[in-house]
């Protein structure tokens, strides 16, 4: 199977280079900058992308890689700090900028260069740097400037290497999905022939092989990625799998109810089903954590608990199936990347767990690539596009402690912001039909990818009832998204927005505030810890 590798060099944008990269149909991975040449030769890549980094390549202590790598005769694209890795490497000069570069900057492109086919010669990138190439190593010549950064760009045709200081992957560099297929079509030679049928085909056939007559406990929160993960494995191994539902009291209003009766002996899935009501125990072990990190670790060590003992009852249980994708492995760190924050499933496991193996089936993939995964395995609509939800619930939804009467609060609060948003975008659907000037759109231009109510530790006083209080704000979230790595803020209707504040307050006892979050991603992510 024709594959890119994409190698680590501490940067945020890393998972993000892989999604554009399957966005052309070609099968990608992310592995850290430690792989060594034999193994880069092994899997017989057809192209190989550096990523960016915090890093400064003529720093000692700064992750580099020797010049072999481009002596492979596999062609290589360098971003950011790949592109000065390529240039310091190969006898180019980098040096710290006169002038710091950071968003949205002016870019112009030599419109002959390779990697620039059909490219406008003028339009945005995305810059995040204070180093340069001052100078090109010996071979390559110059195929883009910015007013800052004489070298935006650099080539050489002939050995196959490209680099870029900018960041082509990230959605604000306009002509940077163009400039990606450059690279994986007409530099690699890539066909494109990666589809999802051919991943749920194959995964279900590794999946068997794998776990032969093991037993196997899936970790199923009715989330799309769990969902998936536990579809996936019925088909694999069908009534070897016993899934096990932990309500710890951290979900949403209703939820516990609703994912038992889509999973439950009623439900639609001949699932062998254990629903187990933690909540207090989640609650005690909870009380008096305030710092995201640990919350994250209690909930993730607590939910292993859980399923050991549930294994106990069970017998031998071989192994512990997690809906982990991509990005919550790189948001837990991978390779030289930081860690944003730790994931339940990923970064919060404990030393030891009693079973002989975690499988992750969909640890590969991204959230848009997991819900055509569900849509190939039959799995209904309304469940695959069900807004998505962190495996901690609002243990991370909740700054600060947290209590039974906060959980209270913003399991209302967030009832009420996506009934409205529902009702909206309802209506809004319902006009169209009647023949409004908005014909061939399916949902309004305004409806977030994800949004949800939390609820923030800032208490503030008000007025209500001639009457003085000191109560919660909570804080409306919305965003679109394609990826999850990259966000931007939905422009919800203002109009929309005053209804759901005044209700929440008016219903919502112990708030009299509501705040709406206008943070992309980045800088901020999309849940609030």
């Known amino acids: 199977m024709e594959n890119i590798l994409v190698m680590d060099f501490g940067g945020q944008y890393n998972q993000l280079i892989a999604r554009r990269v399957r966005e052309c149909n070609v099968y990608c991975e992310v592995h850290p900058n430690l792989i060594s040449i034999e193994e880069i030769r092994s899997m017989d890549p057809k192209g190989i992308i550096l990523t960016g980094g915090p890093g400064s390549v003529f720093k000692e202590d700064s992750p580099t890689y020797s010049k072999e790598l481009f002596e492979l005769g596999i062609p290589v694209l360098g971003i950011c700090y790949g592109a000065q ?203 008096g954590v305030t710092e995201p990190e640990q919350k994250r670790k209690i909930i993730g060590e607590e939910f292993i608990r859980v399923f050991e003992a549930e294994a106990r009852k069970l017998g031998q249980v071989d192994f512990l199936v997690q809906g982990t994708i991509y990005p919550d492995v790189i948001e837990s760190g991978l390779g030289n990347s930081a860690t944003i924050k730790s994931h339940h499933n990923v970064g919060g496991l ?106 923030t530790n800032m208490r503030s006083v008000g007025v209500m009832g001639d009457g003085r209080t000191y109560d919660y704000a909570v804080a409306l979230r919305a965003v679109n998204t394609t990826d999850f790595m990259t966000a931007d803020v939905s422009a919800i209707p203002f109009e929309l927005l005053t209804h759901i504040a005044d209700r929440i307050v008016a219903e919502v006892r112990g708030v009299n505030r509501v705040l709406y979050d206008l943070t992309s991603k980045p800088p901020g992510t999309i849940e609030m810890e």
């Open 85 to 287: 890795l390529m240039a310091h490497r190969l006898g180019g000069r980098v040096e710290t900028a006169p002038v710091s570069e950071y968003g949205k900057t002016p870019l112009r492109v030599r419109p002959d260069a390779r990697l620039f086919k059909e490219v406008r010669e003028s339009s945005i990138s995305w810059m995040s740097h204070t180093d340069y190439i001052a100078s090109l190593p010996e071979g390559f010549v110059n195929s883009a400037e910015t007013e800052h950064c004489p070298n935006a760009a650099m080539e050489n045709p002939a050995k196959g290497l490209y680099a870029v200081q900018f960041h082509p992957e990230v959605v604000h560099t306009e002509e940077g999905m163009k400039i990606l297929r450059n690279f994986v079509y007409d530099i690699c030679g890539c066909e494109g022939k990666w589809r999802m049928d051919s991943f749920v085909e194959k995964s279900i056939a590794e999946l068997r092989e794998k776990i032969g007559s093991g037993r196997v406990l899936c970790a199923l929160s009715g989330g799309v990625d769990s969902s998936v993960a536990a579809v996936l494995l019925s088909k694999a191994i069908g009534e070897q799998l016993t899934c096990v539902f932990v309500d710890h009291g951290l979900l949403r209003k209703n939820e516990g109810d609703e994912v038992e009766a889509v999973f439950g002996p009623e439900g639609p899935y001949k699932l062998n089903f254990i629903r187990v009501n933690a909540a207090e125990h989640f609650y005690e072990r909870l009380k």
């Open 350 to 455: 404990p030393e030891h767990v009693d079973f002989k193996e975690i499988v992750e089936p969909l640890r590969m993939l991204f959230k848009d690539e997991v819900r055509s995964a569900g849509l190939k395995l039959g799995i209904p609509e309304h469940l695959v596009f069900r807004q998505p939800f962190p495996g901690p619930g609002l243990g991370i939804r909740i700054i600060g402690e947290v209590t039974p009467e906060k959980i209270k609060i913003v399991q209302e609060a967030d009832a009420i912001y996506r009934e409205e948003i529902a009702a909206a975008a309802g209506e809004w659907r319902k006009a169209q039909s009647a023949g409004s000037n908005t014909a061939g759109v399916s949902n309004p231009p305004w409806l977030p990818s994800q949004y949800f109510a939390a609820l």
